[in-house]
């Protein structure tokens, strides 16, 4: 069956940095777009990252712009998010979600069909 499975969270300092993985398994993802994102205890999902498989587009919220890098290789169908200078309110439970046949990126939790079940990431201040 399909899979996406999240790793690399954990407990960081504000200021510090943490990368995280998507590891994709059941089919390829590297024809449609990728996302990663967040929800924090009584918070809507929020949108952190997308990556489009059209020339690799890339679009950030702009709590995360210029902070997180979204990349994927398509060898290994993993993504990833490069997370630096961290900040407290980054504390959530991030998930990586993928479309089913669009190649490009949204904005919207509704527009992906598939999800891992979430790292969490915890920035103490």
């Known amino acids: 069956q399909v899979q996406l499975v999240e790793s690399g969270g954990g407990l960081v300092q504000a200021g510090g940095s943490l990368t995280l993985s998507c590891a994709a398994s059941g089919r390829s993802f590297s024809n449609v777009a990728m996302a990663w994102f967040r929800q924090a205890p009584g918070q809507e999902r929020q949108f952190v990252a997308a990556?489009?498989?059209?020339?690799?587009?890339?679009y950030y919220g702009d709590s995360v712009k210029g902070r997180f890098h979204i990349s994927r290789d398509n060898a290994k169908n993993t993504l990833y998010l490069q997370m630096d200078t961290l900040k407290p309110e980054d504390t959530a439970v991030y998930y990586c979600?993928?479309?089913?046949?669009?190649?490009?990126?949204?904005?919207?939790?509704?527009?992906?069909?598939?999800w891992g079940q979430g790292t969490r990431v915890t920035v103490s201040s």
């Open positions: 990556h489009s498989s059209a020339g690799g587009a890339t």
């Open positions: 979600a993928a479309r089913s046949t669009n190649i490009w990126y949204s904005t919207r939790s509704n527009d992906y069909n598939y």
